[in-house]
């Protein structure tokens, strides 16, 4: 029987066994794009002013921790052997 602290494979649900070997963490860290933003001479035309106003605005909608969320996320997850050895070879399918 499974108690909360049970460590579960996060793909196929198999139990898993800290200190046996059964079991691979994967931290996932994921950024927006930090290249400073390319500006096009058709940006320079925009009314800076109204497109000021309209980030501002769609800020003002989201908490501070979904504004976080957008631009980095970090995960944790476990995997026991053979569902690591899958994801690896292809973490996109
Ligand atoms: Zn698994």
């Known amino acids: 029987m499974a108690d909360d602290a049970t460590l579960l494979c996060h793909s196929c649900g198999a139990e ?30 925009r009314d800076l002013r109204a497109e000021i ?3 501002v605005e769609s800020l003002d909608r989201l908490s501070a921790q979904e504004a976080m969320d ?5 995960l944790i997850i476990h995997l026991c052997v053979p569902c690591y050895r899958r994801w690896i070879e292809d973490p996109v399918p």
């Open 70 to 74: 957008q631009v980095h996320r970090r």
């Open 53 to 55: 106003d309209r980030l």
């Open 16 to 45: 898993l066994h800290p200190g046996r070997g059964d079991l691979y963490v994967v931290r996932i860290d994921a950024l927006a794009d930090p290249t400073p933003p390319v500006i096009t001479e058709d940006d320079l035309k």
